[in-house]
């Protein structure tokens, strides 16, 4: 059994910056890919960023303002996510995949106002 929670959700105005962290437990060892993904009201889930030990992704929409970071140690995934736009609001899951089956934490909200 894998469980992921995330952390650091919430509210902030236009050009302000959040953090959100993922903590991963359970029966999973290395290597596995983590990232976050995003749904705002109404649209599909999309993929915001995405890191495994060799690669590193992000949406075409976030980068230059979002980060995205790894410690295996500690099997956790941070996103930092600056410059935010109201577009960016959306409900922010943590994702990670392993032998081949995707896992997600429950969501936390990022509201952006402007």
């Known amino acids: 059994q894998v469980q992921l929670v995330e952390s650091g959700g919430g509210s902030v105005q236009a050009g302000g910056s959040l953090r959100l962290s993922c903590v991963v437990s359970?029966?999973?060892?290395?290597?596995?890919?983590m990232g976050w993904y995003r749904q705002a009201p109404g649209k599909q889930r999309e993929s915001v960023s995405f890191i495994t030990d060799s690669r590193l992704t992000y949406a075409d929409s976030v980068k230059g303002r979002f980060t995205i970071s790894r410690d295996n140690a500690k099997n956790t995934v941070s996103l930092q996510m600056n410059s935010l736009k109201p577009e960016d609001t959306a409900v922010y899951y943590c994702?990670?995949?392993?032998?081949?089956?995707?896992?997600w934490g429950q969501g936390t909200q990022v509201t952006v106002s402007s």
């Open positions: 359970g029966s999973i060892f290395s290597p596995f890919g």
């Open positions: 994702n990670v995949i392993y032998l081949g089956k995707n896992y």
